[in-house]
């Protein structure tokens, strides 16, 4: 029974590129064929799927506008609310802001000294690590 035939995955490879070369060179003609036969007017464009392209006057888009425009207008009368406006905050009350952030600003620099000065004394009563690990300065006994 013969073998079956394996096909290298780069010789299927070149054989694609070459045919997509090759199919690349037929389209270039094909539209060159039909850029002949086409009138004179212009490039044609793509045929597209669907219903052609509307276009609409201007008179036809002032109409519009103002219809819009109409619709909006009775919908803001039914609501009967016009949009909140905008909050602004008084001297009085801006005053009491920036009193009560210079507190806290204030209380967290004392805790923030307070814990340095605790840290700094507790420096002061510890010995040192290099002065506890050092040996005694008596000479040594010779024997």
Same mark, same amino acid.
């Given at each position: 029974m013969p073998r /079956?035939?394996?096909?290298q995955p780069w010789l299927l490879?070149? !054989? +694609?590129v070459g +045919? =997509?070369?090759s199919r690349q060179r037929? =389209? &270039?003609? *094909?539209?060159?064929?039909?850029?002949? +036969?086409?009138p004179r007017r212009g490039p044609t464009p793509a /045929? !597209?799927?669907?219903? /052609?392209?509307?276009?609409?006057? &201007?008179a036809g888009r002032r109409r519009i506008a103002? &219809?819009?425009r109409?619709?909006?207008?009775?919908l803001k009368k039914a609501k009967g609310e016009s949009a909140p406006k905008k909050r602004r905050l008084s001297p009085e009350g801006r005053r009491? *802001? *920036?009193e009560a952030t210079r507190k806290r600003w204030a209380e967290l620099r004392a805790k923030k000294a307070a814990k340095e000065a605790k840290a700094s004394a507790e420096k002061v009563r510890k010995p040192s690590a290099r002065k506890a690990a050092k040996p005694s300065a008596q000479p040594a006994a010779a024997e």
């Open positions: /079956p035939r394996i096909i490879g070149a !054989a +694609l +045919l =997509e070369q037929v =389209e &270039a003609q *094909i539209t060159q064929i039909k850029g002949l +036969l086409a /045929p !597209a799927a669907g219903k /052609p392209k509307r276009t609409i006057s &201007a103002a &219809a819009q109409k619709r909006w207008a009775a009491h *802001i *920036i």
